[in-house]
C-alpha cells in the first residue's frame, strides 16, 4: 500500500493494548514504493523499564483508521554490550 495525500502511518507502542495513550508513537508519511521505515533512538526506551510492551501500527486517513499491522509484543530488553566494551 502507498499513502495517498493527507494519509499516516502511525506506530504506536502501549504496555497494555487497552491504555489510552501510547508511549512511544512514530508518525510516518513517506515511503518508498509502499516500504515505509519506523527509525528509533535510545532516548525512546530511555525511560521506560525493562519488560513487555505491546505495539502495533495503523493508517490514519481524516477521522478513520484502518489497522495494518495487528497487536504484537514489543520487549525492552537489557543491553548486555555497554559502549564502554565497544574500542
Known sequence: YT???G???IF???KDPRD???LIQKTVTAG???VYNI???PADTADLPFGKYFYDASVH???NFYPVIPVSVFDIKKN???WSDVE
Open 20 to 22: 489510552m495513550h501510547n
Open 80 to 82: 548486555v554490550t555497554k
Open 61 to 63: 486517513s481524516g477521522a
Open 7 to 9: 494519509e499516516t502511518l
Open 39 to 41: 527509525d528509533f533512538s
Open 32 to 34: 518508498n514504493s509502499g
Open 12 to 14: 504506536g507502542v502501549k
Open 3 to 5: 499513502l495517498q495525500g
